[in-house]
């Protein structure tokens, strides 16, 4: 990835993350650690890869995304936002009663291809998308975000078996291995791990990634579509809470908003971070 | 009498999947590896290009359709009862009905006519759970022609149905030549003033039979069935009760929630009157015969009938 565009993604990811600051301070809730991790992820699906237009948000050929652990939904509306579908002021709404932005994505908000939320559903309803584009000869390319705790759920492998079985080569998955969930590191819930071994074992190809690097990130979607025959299993290795130091692998920071002290020094942070990349 | 023709719902949804399938290109069929009992077997080989097995997976499955349903599909998702709707409940709910998807649910062995196999598979808990997600249609057929007219039915409109199939064979007592089937209208299939006996699926032959009995003992029994249970028709239930004063509803399905509590709850607000209920009574089904099973369980025309006696002297 050439420098000025690296560049470009670095300061579009830092403009997300304060949107998911302001849309969960905004809240009094939410899940701001998932969000963070993604961030990097989705903006560049959403910047560098995906063909979409937020002026016809529900456009035939474009691609779909299905953000299966969506409660991380902060980081796809700070997305969206940015990528024009609605306004940025939307997220000061989030969660509110009459709001346009729900706590869990709902299909009909602008740009929201997928209802999700309870956890383990969203990649079913990709397979569906993505066998939908197999059988209408249409080349969109369906992504669906998941959490690794999320991967304890039966359905995710019962997807999982589905789309090797239809030989889904449209569809990617991506896997938040952020290694924390609400009760604690994933090793210790009630692990899911191997994941890149159990994607293998069900007919995945599986590519493993840096989540905050977007030459890796780049790698990793160039590999992915050089795949034919299976769907793609990324890993993203990620820190949750990305990019606001006090957030940063901090298991308390899954489903907590901060209070105004905390968005105070959070929105310092990305402002510092922010001014660094546009100086 | 003659010979009356009778014929499972769940034959009569395979075979209408397939005369659809020409009309309605974007048609797909989904099964959760019981494609030979759901009879959907019939549409995979007609059509194998547009049926999709899912193998023992109903939650994926659900989700799958409902996916397919976004990018302008029209999928038919099948299973037994309990799955669909017992299983896969939280994926219909979620993945389906909160987004509105134009998804249709072939939900077969529904109820205790599922016989031998045991209670593992008797579904009477299927209605009650579909009538509290917003916006399902839910249809349950009382034969063959009204089956293949629901499935009709349920494509043309655009959202979540969630369609009833029995696996007995059923009476074939609708005439085909005129049948017309509407969405959300209860149907009097016999006048009466004393009584009203309100029936659904597979009861509803079985209270014409019992209609007439009740006749030879001088009671004058209105028979309404009900194949849309949501939205109900509530203005053909309150005008019964307003004009017969009882009702009587029968159903292959648990007393809670099912068309009897649909019923009771119209009642209750527009004309409160006795509503006695027959169906399963909270309680587990097993194993045997299908028609053993019904007359055990009371779904058969004679407990109808005593039932209905019952009622109607107990007001007198």
């Known amino acids: 990835m050439d420098a000025t565009t690296k560049k470009q993604l670095q300061t579009i990811a830092c403009k997300v993350r304060m949107g998911v600051i302001e849309g969960t301070f905004n809240a009094k809730s939410g899940h701001p650690g998932g969000s ?41 509306y700070s997305v969206l936002a940015q990528r024009g579908f609605f306004s940025y002021d939307e997220l000061k709404s989030l969660r509110h009663i009459g709001a346009m932005l729900q706590g869990h994505p709902c299909i009909h908000t602008p740009g929201v291809d997928m209802s999700s939320g309870s956890l383990g559903q969203g990649i079913s309803a990709a397979c569906g998308m993505a066998l939908a584009g197999k059988l209408d000869n249409t080349a969109y390319k369906v992504y669906t975000v998941l959490g690794d705790g999320e991967v304890e759920e039966g359905q995710v492998w019962e997807a ?8 889904l080569d449209n569809l990617i998955a991506i896997v938040d ?4 969930q609400i009760d604690g590191p994933i090793s210790e819930v009630c692990s899911p791990e191997p994941i890149t071994d159990k994607f293998t074992a069900f007919g995945w190809h599986v590519i493993i990634m840096d989540a905050h690097d977007f030459d890796s990130i780049e790698a990793a979607f160039d590999e992915a579509e050089t795949i034919v025959g299976k769907p793609v299993a990324i890993i993203q290795k990620s820190v949750k809470g990305k990019g606001v130091s006090y957030m940063e692998n901090q298991v308390g920071w899954h489903g907590k908003a901060p209070n105004k002290e905390e968005y105070d020094q959070a929105m310092s942070e990305l402002n510092a971070k922010l001014s660094e990349l546009e100086g | 009498m003659a010979d009356v023709i009778k014929k499972a719902t769940r034959e009569s ?42 193998g023992i997976a109903e939650a994926n499955m659900m989700g799958v359709a409902a996916g397919l349903a976004t990018a302008g599909k029209i ?15 939280e994926i219909v709910r979620n993945s389906i009905g909160y987004p509105h998807l134009n998804v249709k649910i072939g939900a077969t062995h529904a109820g205790i006519s599922v016989g031998e196999d045991g209670a593992t598979h008797q579904c009477n808990e299927d209605i009650a759970l579909m009538r509290t997600i917003p916006g399902m249609t839910i249809i349950n057929p009382a034969d063959d022609v009204e089956a293949k007219a629901a499935v009709r039915a349920a494509v043309e409109i655009d959202g979540p149905v969630y369609l009833r199939f029995g696996r007995l064979a059923a009476p074939v007592f609708n005439d085909a030549e005129n049948y017309k089937f509407e969405l959300g209208k209860g149907v009097t299939l016999r006048n009466g003033s004393d009584v009203t006996i309100v029936a659904t699926g597979l009861m509803v032959a079985e209270s014409i039979k019992a209609a007439k009995q009740l006749e030879a003992e001088g009671i004058d029994a209105r028979v309404i069935n009900i194949h849309t249970i949501k939205p109900l028709d509530k203005d053909i239930i309150c005008k019964a ?7 009587v509803t029968v159903e292959e399905h648990s007393v809670i929630g099912g068309l009897g509590s649909a019923v009771a709850e119209a009642v209750t607000e527009c004309n409160p009157v006795p509503v006695i209920k027959i169906g399963v009574n909270d309680e587990y089904g097993h194993s045997g015969p299908a028609v053993d099973l019904l007359k055990e369980f009371g779904l058969c025309a004679d407990n109808i009938a005593s039932t209905v006696k019952k009622a109607v002297s107990k007001r007198k």
């Open chain 1, 36 to 76: 963070l991790s993604i961030s990097d992820l989705l903006t560049y699906l959403y910047f560098a890869k995906m063909h979409v237009d937020p002026s016809q948000p529900e456009m035939a050929g474009r691609d779909r995304l299905v953000l299966s652990k969506g409660h991380c939904a902060p980081a796809l």
């Open chain 1, 160 to 167: 999982a078996m589905f789309a090797s079985h239809y030989k």
């Open chain 1, 177 to 180: 291995n952020n290694g924390l």
């Open chain 2, 13 to 54: 949804y395979g075979e209408v999947l397939v005369e659809l399938a020409e009309e309605y290109p974007n048609l797909v069929v989904l099964d959760a590896d019981l494609a030979a009992a759901t009879k959907t077997g019939i549409f995979k080989k007609a059509y194998p290009e547009k049926f999709f097995d899912c």
């Open chain 2, 75 to 89: 999928p038919f998702a099948s299973t037994f009862a309990m799955f669909a709707a017992g299983r896969a409940y």
């Open chain 2, 241 to 247: 009760a307003a004009e017969t004063g009882l009702i």
